[in-house]
């Protein structure tokens, strides 16, 4: 009982952390642009017309002008490479980061149309069992260098050298392997 409770408690603090620490960050940030947003609202008049609601509103038009702002300047080279900079650092301070962004940038519409490269396939045999694979390289003694895909991104897995007698190639490419996969392995067949 102790064992679940703790592999639940585990597993629940490394689904949240990330979003505990977005939280955590989003809050600091709203904090200090409602500061500026305060001063901003006394200055032009903006707390006396409209009230306290008259902070926020100003606080999201600074928010959308800074966003606006930053989305010209990281077209710039200088700020490109900060950009980048930052994002890595992120990436490997924030599990999933990188997932994230891609994912959010496509549903925006503003990712860059990724080609997916294209590898031969195999089947390796491990054990009692065919395991598909892409071939990434025959050695010149015969041993093949696979790499596993692990649905459904296919883009993580492992990678393995293999002896030759061990690996079977199949007639299909890594993009109908993979269209395979997605059904479940429906499709899939050793020639």
């Known amino acids: ?13 490394i689904f949240l952390m990330p979003v505990l620490v977005a939280v955590a ?10 500061a500026v947003a305060d001063k ?8 006396t017309l409209l009230g306290p609601g008259g902070n926020v509103l100003v ?3 600074l928010l959308f002008l800074l966003c606006l702002i930053a989305g010209f300047l990281v077209r710039l080279t200088f700020f490109k490479r900060m950009s ?29 149309e990724e080609k997916e490269p294209v590898f031969e396939t195999c089947l390796v045999k491990t054990q009692e069992y065919w395991k598909p694979a ?8 015969g041993d093949t260098t696979v ?15 293999v002896p030759k ?12 392997l993979n269209s395979c996969l997605k059904q479940l392995g429906k499709g899939l067949t050793i020639t």
């Open 1 to 13: 009982m102790y064992k679940i409770i703790r592999r639940h408690i585990i597993t629940g603090f």
């Open 25 to 34: 960050l989003i809050s600091k940030f709203w904090d200090k642009i409602m």
């Open 40 to 47: 901003v609202s006394k200055l032009l008049f903006i707390d």
């Open 59 to 61: 606080a999201l038009v």
């Open 84 to 112: 980048d900079s930052i994002d890595s650092k992120l990436a490997g301070f924030i599990p999933g980061y990188t997932d994230l962004k891609k994912e959010t940038q496509k549903k925006i519409g503003v990712a860059p």
């Open 134 to 141: 892409y071939l990434i390289n025959i050695a010149d003694n």
């Open 147 to 161: 790499f596993f895909p692990s649905a459904p991104t296919f883009e993580t897995g492992q990678v393995a050298i």
């Open 165 to 176: 007698d061990c690996c079977r190639k199949l007639t299909m490419d890594s993009q109908t």
